[in-house]
């Protein structure tokens, strides 16, 4: 083990948590800085998403810290996408074929506050909250802190300072201000924002509508999603456009508009909120953006992690599970025979950087196909062959999706290209004729178009491996 134990951590979020939890067992002297008030004391949720789906990558983070039975009953499963019309009619469309892969939906504060406590029940880990990082003397390892209960500003080194505070890192922010080295940094933001609304709880605490699905009103260029929370409610999200198209969030200030736009495209959700224009106008509208940058780390004295290296739109539901995948994959290689934590951090970024890079790609893709494709009949023919082929060939095949979120021994690089892949050698046999429609789903039928497909799925990657694209 390296011999520098002293470990700073700024920020106390799902992340930084997890981080400091895992490297309080490892045996370093953790501290950790959170500029938020303790959400174990105080409700600070306030229009952010409070629920979040945790998948197997996640998953594989609570095992390596051993926390999985703890977490499990903070779970509800969501087996598929709920598809919503604007008639009202609905459609569940399976995550997988295989019934043992779904996804969870989990409170981000219970989730949060359960590793705060796992952390801070370490005798080598302590944790400060309302410390408000300023900026960080990266070269000299020292941040500089502003507490908010007692007004004064302080200074706290340490022999390593991990950054885990979120898209508007501190750390990284400071990595481009003091211009002391080439650093590089991107921040793109989506058109459309989001707003959080709810579906509260039946009058015996029980779902106003199916509980154990993602439910999705797919609009084009908008959209509203649901998922569901242990007490009978379900955290709603609607993700509109600032400024484009009949209806915005910049034009919708009217109560009378907003139950127009709501009536018109969400009936059957208007319907279960009658608490829409209190949530509505209550609630703050957010930005959604991707941030990417390098290098994460500073010779061996700093580094960022999670969000703060890597921050992604929402819409493959993998930005906790990639945070969460951060701190497994970096913990593999304080097993490894490094002298430094030089070393560790430069091994760490070159293996990790190109997974972060994918799925931040493909939460884009995600998004466009969410808000429209799920609607038309060339994506809905692709899911059913991709359902029948998993379920009947488990082990032959996995979806784009099913490579994403269920295959956490694949990173997240090789599950983009072999997923485009595939989607692309499917909707061109579909397009062509090669597959007919309606779909012949015998298990005899199913093998022959299965062989067709994985043939056509590597002629797709040579070609693209001859492009350099691979």
């Known amino acids: 083990m390296i011999k520098e134990k002293n470990i700073q951590i700024i920020g106390a979020g799902l992340c930084g948590s997890l981080l400091a939890l895992r490297l309080g067992q490892r045996g370093y002297n953790v501290t950790v800085f959170e500029k938020r008030p303790d959400l174990r004391k105080v409700d600070i949720s306030a229009g952010r998403s409070i629920n979040l789906a945790l998948s197997d990558r996640g998953f594989s983070a609570m095992d390596l810290v051993g926390i999985q039975h703890k977490v499990q009953p903070l779970c509800i499963p969501m087996n598929g996408r709920m598809l919503h019309d604007t008639e009202g009619n609905t459609i569940l469309a399976p995550y997988s074929g295989r019934e043992h892969e779904f996804i969870n939906s989990i409170s981000r504060g219970d989730l949060n506050s359960l590793l705060l406590d796992e952390a801070e029940a370490l005798p080598n880990v302590s944790i400060h909250f309302n410390y408000e990082c300023r900026s960080v003397d990266f070269e000299n390892g020292i941040s500089h802190?502003?507490?908010?209960?007692?007004?004064?500003?302080?200074?706290?080194?340490?022999?390593?300072?991990?950054?885990?505070?979120?898209?508007?890192?501190?750390?990284?922010?400071?990595?481009?201000?003091?211009?002391?080295?080439?650093?590089?940094?991107?921040?793109?933001?989506?058109?459309?924002?989001?707003?959080?609304?709810?579906?509260?709880?039946?009058?015996?605490?029980?779902?106003?509508?199916?509980?154990?699905?993602?439910?999705?009103?797919?609009?084009?260029?908008?959209?509203?999603?649901?998922?569901?929370?242990?007490?009978?409610?379900?955290?709603?999200?609607l993700f509109l456009s600032y400024a484009e198209g009949e209806?915005?969030?910049?034009?919708?200030?009217?109560?009378?508009?907003?139950?127009?736009?709501?009536?018109?495209?969400?009936?059957?959700a208007l319907e279960l909120m009658p608490n829409l224009i209190d949530d509505f106008f209550d609630n703050p509208t957010s930005p959604l953006g991707t941030v990417k940058c390098s290098p994460w780390h500073y010779k061996g004295k700093t580094i960022l992690l999670g969000d703060a290296a890597h921050a992604i739109v929402p819409f493959y539901g993998q930005g906790m599970n990639a945070s969460f995948e951060d701190v497994v994959e970096f913990d593999k290689f304080l097993d490894k025979d490094y002298g430094s934590w030089e070393q560790v951090f430069e091994a760490y970024e070159k293996s990790r950087k190109q997974d972060t890079d994918a799925i931040a790609?493909?939460?884009?893709?995600?998004?466009?196909?969410?808000?429209?494709?799920?609607?038309?009949?060339?994506?809905?023919?692709?899911?059913?062959?991709?359902?029948?082929?998993?379920?009947?060939?488990?082990?032959?095949?996995?979806?784009?999706?099913?490579?994403?979120?269920?295959?956490?021994?694949?990173?997240?690089?090789?599950?983009?290209?072999?997923?485009?892949?595939?989607?692309?050698?499917?909707?061109?046999?579909?397009?062509?004729?090669?597959?007919?429609?309606?779909?012949?789903?015998?298990?005899?039928?199913?093998?022959?178009?299965?062989?067709?497909?994985?043939?056509?799925?590597?002629?797709?990657?040579?070609?693209?491996?001859?492009?350099?694209?691979?």
């Not at 209806?247 to 109560?255: A, G, P």
């Not at 009378?256 to 059957?268: G, H, Q």
């Not at 692709?382 to 032959?396: G, S, V």
């Open 247 to 268: 209806y915005n969030f910049n034009n919708l200030t009217t109560k009378e508009r907003v139950l127009e736009f709501f009536e018109k495209y969400f009936k059957d």
């Open 145 to 237: 802190f502003y507490n908010y209960e007692t007004k004064e500003e302080s200074t706290k080194s340490a022999d390593v300072i991990f950054g885990t505070d979120g898209a508007g890192s501190a750390l990284r922010k400071s990595y481009y201000l003091e211009n002391k080295f080439l650093f590089s940094f991107l921040q793109d933001y989506l058109t459309h924002g989001y707003k959080e609304l709810s579906i509260l709880p039946a009058e015996n605490n029980g779902y106003k509508t199916y509980k154990n699905a993602l439910h999705i009103w797919g609009r084009g260029d908008f959209m509203l999603i649901a998922l569901p929370n242990l007490d009978g409610s379900f955290t709603v999200t």
């Open 361 to 470: 790609d493909l939460a884009i893709d995600n998004f466009h196909e969410m808000k429209g494709h799920v609607n038309h009949a060339d994506f809905r023919e692709k899911r059913n062959l991709e359902m029948a082929f998993e379920k009947e060939f488990p082990n032959d095949y996995s979806s784009k999706y099913s490579l994403v979120t269920f295959n956490e021994n694949i990173g997240y690089r090789e599950a983009m290209l072999k997923g485009r892949a595939q989607d692309k050698a499917i909707l061109n046999m579909l397009a062509d004729g090669v597959i007919k429609t309606p779909l012949d789903l015998s298990t005899k039928s199913l093998k022959n178009t299965l062989l067709q497909v994985q043939k056509e799925t590597e002629n797709i990657l040579e070609d693209d491996r001859v492009a350099g694209l691979k």
